[in-house]
């Protein structure tokens, strides 16, 4: 947007308010003049007497309207008459009058029972979209895995497990939602909104696949977290991904925003496009760009495979479906390291079309050469391209090889996610002298269970002065005693704009303990020391400290003896499957991978359920197919159903993209790669048939 | 209508009032069908969808939340859905009709002596503007909808909306020019 763009708003803002057109062109500055014609030209346009309907046609719509309208009320009415019906024919007047009694009881508890509930409904998540068998448990390990249905409460504290071919959304009560995937289990540590509208969701995630959409927040003090055994992600509003390994290794993916990746005393922040592995003791990986490739092994060696021309890196964690050979087709996930080496997290044999995508940063535009990331790419008439993409933006490229030249399918800019603190060296204001001190200055915490301690500390300005404003307040902190003990120290909230005079600001120290810590000596410490890293309007910095000391009290009571798990080490992912027996009304399972990673990775990517995604695969589109179809309803907001449907037609991806490009309301209609639709909303959730043998 | 009387209408048309349903249908269907002219160009067109668009609405009602999306917004994203519907199904692109009506270039030559800016010429140079810049000129100026809604409507962020209004609006403006409608 240029300045342009705001100055012309300002003055159809004037000009909306009533201020006549040549005051305002008077009031245009020397280099807005080139305005004048166009305010000139919007007072002529809204002066342009307006097609109206005709009078008789709009009052035969206005009946149509209301009769269908009252169509509609009828149908609803009937469709409730005949639930009542039902239930009379069962009721013999015998024992009319005690079924009477007893629906009243019912309903005096369970209006109790929503009333209460309702007072606690900011304290618990809703689920939503449960497909398969989703449970829920007071606390894990447990035997006592109860079944979720969509609207359930899930209570703080609680654990949720999905099973295979089974997935759920978890909706809190801001309206920010996590997508659990198949074979997943997570904690819900805290799910909590306040009548002040702070919000704060802490999740751990156990294992399996999660995908967030968070809401962003308004207040400073509210916080999302999300917590692995190796890792911690720390959000403000934005979307991401995680996936947490049986080995404890966790792979954190930002689709829009930015998140903060906490562990082992090390942050790393990932923006749009990127991703970030954490492995337990370790601090975070340097952030890639994400890619996700689809070709064909063309060699494997010990530590790198070719995959159509393209050479990955394979690491210890890279996680290896099957068993896949030279001359197999796979799907690959990973990223591209800091020195453009790309290495994998994920390898799967699939069928279908080569279709790839990654992310990066665009080096260099001419014409329909582009270079992303080191990679010439080329952006043909037929490539959907978003608006406005420039040298140095960020961008997600879909890609197809052929003849080893990669020819962009779309090229979507991540420049519109918000971006951290944009004026980082603000000047200090000499008039200021604010005094920051924690009051409290230490706090000591017994603890033995659980490994996640949060202890609250607050944040003072003490200056009387009016103006000794505290602005861009940054906490840092230290673990200077029992570092082995905590695998992840954060910080909710660590920044504030302003503290005024006499305010004071309350943060969280969160501690994640090693699972050593409950076999420790009691009184056993862990110490962190959190300072005033850095503040605006006071150079010399703040003396003040606090020291917030974790004491293991473990021993000092009894713990409770297991009564029915003897072996609470047990790990969650050894939970069996809870059937063996194929259910004759099953849908037929045509993936070979049950469940499939990429129809998972692809449910997460456009918010829509696995089974949704096996529906279009069963019916024979490849991975890299759906991606298409579902990318092109993201652009052009046609329902993906259409778009199968236009294939399943006949046409081929190429002729589907031109029509969806002329189609009015999609921007993009001579193919040039710098006009497109930006838009990034979730496609139409269109269903496609049940899943079917191909 | 004020946002929180409009609320309580939408509330009680949810729940099958006649009275309200009525009162949408007349708040809205001017600014609906205005809009569905000047994206197909043809007033019995507009017409008709003006009907399926409220149709549409009546049946999506219950699903509609106040909270998401204005309800102006969410009714121009209906309508707007409902022409490329109408495109797509008819098998046609909006710039092919274009060519089929315009004029022939004789004709035209005629008709642009002493052109005063009239809605039909107006639909003309609306046609030239590239599909995004056209959605946010007819909305914004024809309809008179402000900037936050014409970029929930387009899924846009206001800074992109104010980018296509500038760049749409001189597109305008160069094309009303070549029919010598100038603004200089």
Not at chain 1, 111 to 125: D, E, H, K, N, T
Not at chain 1, 500 to 529: H, M
Not at chain 2, 134 to 161: C, N, W, Y
Request: glycine share 8%; aromatic share 6%.
């Amino acid at each position: 947007m240029t300045d342009l763009d705001n100055a012309l708003q300002s003055k159809l803002n004037q000009l909306e308010n009533g201020d006549a057109l040549d005051d305002v062109i008077a009031g245009l500055g020397e280099e807005e003049l080139e305005l004048a014609s166009l305010l000139r030209m919007v007072a002529a346009v809204k002066e342009v007497p307006q097609p109206v309907p005709a009078a008789q046609n709009s009052q035969v719509r206005k009946t149509r309207l209301l009769q269908e309208s009252e169509v509609l009320r009828m149908n609803k009415k009937s469709t409730a008459t005949n639930v009542q019906g039902k239930l009379s024919d069962y009721l013999i007047p015998a024992f009319a009058f005690s079924f009477l009694i007893i629906l009243f009881m019912s309903l005096a508890v369970a209006g109790a029972g929503l009333w209460l509930y309702g007072s606690q409904s900011g304290r618990a998540a809703t689920m939503a979209n449960i497909s398969g068998q989703v449970e829920m448990a007071a606390s894990a390990p447990s035997n006592d895995w109860k079944a979720l249905g969509a609207g359930d409460k899930v209570p703080s504290g609680s654990y949720v497990r999905t099973q295979g071919s089974s997935s759920a959304i978890m909706a809190f009560a801001d309206g920010s939602q996590m997508v659990l995937s198949p074979n997943t289990q997570v904690k819900l540590v805290e799910a909590t909104q306040e009548r002040n509208g702070i919000v704060k969701v802490v999740i751990a995630q156990q294992y399996g696949t999660t995908s967030h959409k968070v809401i962003p927040m308004r207040e400073k003090q509210s916080s999302y977290v999300v917590r692995t055994p190796s890792g911690q992600a720390f959000v403000k509003g934005t979307t991401f991904d995680v996936s947490v390994a049986q080995t404890g290794v966790s792979r954190f993916a930002v689709n829009a925003g930015s998140v903060l990746v906490s562990a082992s005393n090390q942050d790393v922040i990932l923006k749009a496009g990127q991703t970030t592995s954490t492995t337990p003791g370790t601090a975070p990986d340097i952030p890639g760009y994400q890619f996700s490739l689809q070709g064909t092994v063309e060699a494997q060696e010990e530590n790198t495979w070719l995959i159509s021309g393209i050479s990955i890196g394979i690491l210890d964690t890279t996680n290896i479906f099957g068993n896949p050979q030279v001359g197999d087709q796979v799907y690959v996930d990973g990223r591209v390291l800091d020195g453009g080496a790309w290495v994998a997290d994920l390898i799967v044999p699939v069928d279908g079309d080569p279709i790839s995508s990654f992310t990066g940063t665009v080096d260099s535009i001419d014409g329909e050469n582009w270079v992303v990331n080191g990679h010439a790419i080329y952006v043909g008439e037929d490539a959907l391209v978003d608006e406005g993409i420039e040298v140095g933006h960020r961008v997600r490229v879909l890609f197809t090889i052929s003849d080893g030249i990669w020819v962009a399918l779309s090229i979507t800019s991540l420049e519109d996610d918000p971006e951290p603190d944009p004026d980082p060296s603000p000047t200090p204001d000499p008039s200021a002298n604010p005094s920051l001190s924690f009051e409290p200055d230490e706090i000591e915490v017994y603890v033995c269970e659980p490994l996640l301690v949060a202890a609250t500390g607050t944040l003072v300005n003490t200056a009387e002065g009016e103006d000794d404003l505290a602005e861009d307040v940054q906490l840092a902190y230290e673990v200077i005693a029992g570092a082995s003990y905590a695998s992840a120290v954060g910080l909710n909230p660590d920044f504030w704009t302003v503290i005024a005079p006499g305010e004071s600001e309350n943060f969280e120290v969160i501690t994640q303990l090693t699972e050593e810590w409950a076999s420790a000596p009691a009184g056993t410490e862990v110490k962190i020391r959190v300072t005033i890293a850095s503040e605006n309007n006071r150079p010399g910095g703040h003396p003040g400290r606090l020291t917030v000391t974790l004491v293991n009290n473990c021993g000092e009571e009894p713990t409770p003896t297991p009564t029915t798990d003897p072996d609470p080490t047990v790990t969650p992912t050894e939970t069996p499957e809870p059937t063996a027996t194929p259910d004759p009304g099953e849908e037929p399972i045509c993936t070979g991978a049950n469940p499939h990673p990429v129809g998972m990775k692809l449910a997460q990517r456009y918010g829509v359920t696995y089974e949704e995604i096996m529906g279009w695969f069963c019916m024979g589109f490849g991975f890299g197919e759906i991606d298409l179809a579902y990318g092109l309803s993201v652009q052009t907001g046609v329902p993906v159903e259409e778009i199968f449907q236009m294939k399943m037609d006949g046409m081929g991806w190429g002729n589907i993209k031109k029509e969806l490009n002329s189609l009015p309301g999609n921007g993009n209609s001579s193919g040039n790669p710098n006009r497109g639709n930006s838009n990034k909303d979730k496609p139409d959730k269109a269903k496609p048939p049940k899943p079917n043998k191909p | 209508m004020q946002v929180g009387s409009e609320n309580l209408i939408i509330e009680r048309a949810k729940e099958g009032d006649m009275q309200a349903v009525g009162s949408i249908y007349e708040r809205y269907h001017t600014p609906i069908y205005r809009y569905l002219y000047f994206r197909t160009g043809d007033h019995a067109t507009a017409e008709d969808l003006t009907s399926e668009v409220f149709l549409r609405v009546l049946r999506a009602l219950p699903e509609y939340q106040t909270r998401h999306t204005p309800f102006q917004a969410w009714l121009f994203q209906i309508a707007r859905f409902l022409t490329i519907d109408y495109y797509r199904k008819n098998n046609r692109y909006q710039h092919e009709e274009l060519t089929d009506t315009l004029p022939a270039e004789t004709e035209r030559t005629e008709t642009l002596v002493n052109q005063q800016l009239n809605a039909e010429i107006l639909n003309q140079a609306l046609d030239t503007l590239l599909p995004d810049q056209r959605e946010v000129v007819l909305l914004r100026f024809l309809i008179g909808m402000p900037i936050h809604e014409a970029a929930q409507t387009l899924h846009k962020s206001e800074d992109a909306i104010k980018g296509l209004q500038r760049r749409g609006l001189m597109a305008l403006r160069d094309a009303l020019k070549e029919m010598e409608i100038t603004y200089d």
